[in-house]
């Protein structure tokens, strides 16, 4: 928006998003089609540069609306995910220096799976696992029914035999996670 908004001018910015909010106010993804390339028209005679940048945007810009109706507005905002990469930043520069790629992505994915573990219990969830399971095409990512316990599929690494003591528990090997769902 703000790439678009300034080839607008100073003067005209406050009309163009005007036009702009009108395609983002649309219930379907045509109807928000037809008003974006509407209002790029009526943009063209005056400011061409600006109504090419839709033409070219416009994909992108709409994505958004293949989404259910109730994702939509949180979609909007970049916000979840800019303070997920802030916290990856913090976490990895209290590390400092790496002695392998494993370990950043140990690191990593640590962390994202602990906030994908917050955003699941949250009360006010970001978006939940049955409605993102409604738009895929593949069975197999429909959600369970309630009450069945899911194991994790095991490590495609091959296990080296333990050598640890009978009844202790390794450091390195962190115990199975199982969901309760």
């Known amino acids: 928006m703000r790439n678009v908004l300034a ?3 100073k003067s005209g910015r406050r009309v163009v998003s005007a036009f702009i909010a009108t395609a983002f ?3 379907t993804p045509g109807a928000a089609s037809t008003q974006w390339r509407a209002v790029a028209d009526q943009i063209r005679p005056k400011v061409p540069k600006l109504a090419t940048i839709m033409d070219d945007a416009e994909p992108d810009v709409l994505a958004y609306m293949t989404f259910p109706k109730e994702h939509r507005a949180k979609l909007h905002s970049t916000n979840p995910i800019e303070r997920l990469n802030g916290e990856i930043k913090r976490r990895t520069e209290v590390v400092g220096i790496f002695p392998n790629d494993d370990a950043i992505v140990r ?3 640590a962390i994202l799976l602990e906030q994908n573990d917050e955003w699941a ?3 006010a969830r970001y978006m939940t696992l049955e409605t993102i399971s409604q738009m895929s095409d593949d069975p197999s990512d429909q959600p369970a029914s309630r009450g069945t316990l899911i194991s994790p ?3 495609r690494r091959a296990r080296r035999p333990s050598r640890q003591l009978q009844g202790t528990r390794s450091r390195a090997t962190p115990p199975r996670r199982l969901l309760f769902i």
Do not use: K
């Open 7 to 9: 080839h607008a001018g």
């Open 25 to 27: 106010a649309q219930e």
């Open 107 to 109: 690191l990593v994915g």
């Open 121 to 123: 219990v949250q009360r």
């Open 153 to 155: 599929a095991p490590s």
